[in-house]
């Protein structure tokens, strides 16, 4: 008479799990270095980029009344760090170096001057112009002159972007250039530097009108 075999089934211990568990991320946190290091072998992964947009469509033509005098160009360095509760930076975080160029227009805006801010004397040889204060337009960012110097990036963030191109990875950072540089075109004296040229512009131009007498002042 055989005696049945019986199948005894073996749980792995718990120091077994957690060998498994530092193995594992060894794996991935080696396979993010090597696939950073080797040339094209993370394009083995990728994914293909097709561009198949539509024409572009004319929505709306404005008038553009606007004088732009000045421009200003500003650079920042941008460091962004962003950290995660409970967890360590080479876990889960990330910390960005961005250089961000862009520039700043200041312009007076001659749509808004009136028929009672222009005043000419009989001979038409004095001219006198009320005109508004300069302003300044939005900050915009020179991609071409802007790039990362430095990222760093936690081993769970290194594993995200084995899988995935994540387009808005420096969305934040250039964000923060085009802030900290429309705060610096703010305490520059890009402005007055706009009325200055704006008033050189006036008088030459009614100089060659005849004017022998141009004068210009801002207000609101």
């Excluded at 290091?37 to 709306?60: C, M, N, Q, W, Y």
């Excluded at 939005?138 to 290194?158: E, H, I, N, T």
């Excluded at 250039?174 to 512009?201: F, G, Y």
């Amino acid at each position: 008479m055989t005696t049945p075999i019986r199948r005894v089934s073996r749980r792995m211990p718990g120091w077994a799990k957690a060998v498994s568990a530092v193995v594992l991320v060894l794996v991935v946190f080696f396979a993010g270095i090597s696939l950073s290091v080797i040339p094209g072998l993370k394009d083995l992964f990728g994914t293909e980029t097709h561009d198949r947009s539509g024409p572009a469509l004319l929505e709306s033509i404005q008038d553009i009344s606007r004088y732009d005098a000045a421009s200003g160009n500003f650079q920042i360095v941008v460091d962004l760090e962003k950290d995660t509760k409970y967890l360590p930076d080479a876990i889960r975080g990330s910390r960005t170096l961005y250089v961000g160029a862009g520039n700043v227009d200041a312009y007076v805006d001659l749509g808004k001057v009136g028929k009672n801010d222009v005043t000419v004397n009989a001979d038409r040889t004095s001219a006198t112009l009320k005109l508004p204060h300069a302003q300044l337009g939005k900050a915009a960012l020179d991609v071409d002159r802007s790039y990362a110097v430095s990222k760093q990036r936690g081993l769970l963030d290194r594993f995200g972007d084995l899988f995935s191109d994540n387009p808005n990875s420096e969305q934040a950072v250039q964000k923060l250039a085009v802030k900290h540089i429309t705060e610096a075109a703010k305490k520059s004296e890009l402005t007055k530097r706009a009325e200055t040229n704006t008033t050189d512009m006036l008088e030459g131009l009614l100089g060659s009108l005849g004017f022998k007498e141009v004068r210009v002042t801002y207000g609101t």
